[in-house]
């Protein structure tokens, strides 16, 4: 082989294998850059005791502590409507008032015969004082009198019945009647009911009859309400129990400031039982929700084998679930108490990655959230 021809090929090979040789380095420092993952940010909790109030959940309805249909005590012509539908009343306000005519000029006639049979009655006495009348007539012009006096106070009777009054306090419903409407006796005019407070009605197992006596706490939720939960406290225990279902029906009285529960309604019932529960509670967020089982991320402090430097590590840890409670859950088995776990964003992560944490942002787990109305 001459000269020029290895000379060649040197080159060839140099121009040739100089690039291929830079690209595998860049490969190999690509390779080596790719397994050493930055650190992943999370957020953390500690499992920790807490102590829950003991309770039971019933299913229950609304009922009005007053409720009534107002009708009409005597029939007659409407002249006079002095409510609108959906109106706050207070007891005592005038609803509707009939025509009293024909009753207010037999009430004049029957005044002038009271008058007439006081002065009856005067003369007499004054008579029978001075020996000339007997004890009869006396009695005689003071039963008059009295008669007299008792149909006037018929007529007033029913000149009051024409104008129809609020029994009590409450709300009213829709509005049954019109001006010039003819009204007969019991002709409906409005529904009127006191919804603050107001009665919820449910039962509960009789094996729950032994605990529950009148001023038990209970807290009620309904769909019409979904960010709330309205307070109040056991009214009444049925002394007997249903011999069908075994269940005892129970009454609570409810504040309902805002009339938001009205009568009727389905509604959710929380009794809160005097004993309490001690559980290991972490967040709901730091559940990894599986068919085969649910889990949590535990965050283990390691030293890197390299370096030496401390890290935190994940661990994967099957858990058994107990009761949720607001924005925690009850751990029974597969957590200590004081093991840190992740909070958030627990879909993304695996076994064995290095964390950092940052709670800056971290959510705020309650046991009774109050979500915001903005």
């Known amino acids: 082989m001459s000269r020029k021809l290895i000379i060649t090929l040197a080159i060839l090979i140099i121009l040739i294998g100089l690039p291929v040789a830079i690209k595998l380095r860049q490969f190999s420092v690509m390779g080596t850059a790719s397994t050493a993952m930055p650190p992943e940010t999370v957020t953390a909790d500690t499992a920790r005791k807490q102590s829950w109030p003991d309770t039971v959940t019933a299913v229950g309805s609304l ?20 409510f609108e539908s959906g109106d706050r009343v207070a007891a005592g306000d005038i609803l509707v008032r009939l025509d009293a ?26 008579l029978l004082t001075g020996k000339n009348a007997s004890k009869a007539e006396f009695d005689t012009a003071n039963a008059r009198f009295k008669q007299a006096t008792a149909d006037a106070d018929n007529i007033r009777a029913a000149i009051a019945k024409k104008t129809i009054r609020a029994p009590f306090a409450g709300r009213l419903g829709l509005r049954l009647v019109n001006l010039g409407q003819i009204l007969k006796e019991g002709d409906p005019i409005a529904t009127l009911q006191t919804l603050d407070p107001i009665y919820v009605n449910f039962s509960v197992p009789q094996q729950l009859n032994p605990v529950l006596a009148k001023g038990i706490r209970v807290r009620v939720t309904t769909d019409a309400a979904p960010h709330e939960t309205f307070e109040g406290a056991i009214n009444a225990v049925n002394p007997e129990v249903d011999a069908m279902t075994r269940n005892v029906r ?14 009727g309604m389905f509604t959710n019932i929380e009794i809160v039982l005097p004993e309490q529960q001690e559980v290991l509670a972490i967040p709901a967020t730091s559940v990894l929700y599986a068919p085969y089982g649910d889990t949590v991320f535990v965050i283990d402090a390691q030293r890197d084998k390299q370096t030496g430097a401390e890290q935190q590590v994940l661990r994967q840890q099957i858990i058994r679930l107990g009761e949720t409670r607001g924005d925690f859950v009850s751990v029974t088995k597969g957590l200590n ?5 992740v909070t958030s964003g627990v879909f993304k992560l695996r076994p064995g990655m290095v964390v950092v944490i940052d709670n800056t942002l971290a959510p705020d787990a309650r046991l009774a959230p109050a979500p915001a109305n903005e």
């Open 101 to 126: 005519a024909t009753e207010e000029a037999q009430l004049r006639s029957a005044e002038a015969a009271v008058a007439l049979a006081r002065l009856t009655l005067e003369r007499t006495r004054e």
């Open 250 to 263: 129970v009454q609570a009285l409810i504040s309902n400031a805002g009339e938001k529960l009205r009568a």
């Open 337 to 341: 108490a004081g093991e840190q776990v």
């Open 63 to 82: 009922a009005a502590v007053q409720g009534v249909m107002v009708g009409a005590e005597l029939g007659g012509k409407v002249v006079g409507i002095d």
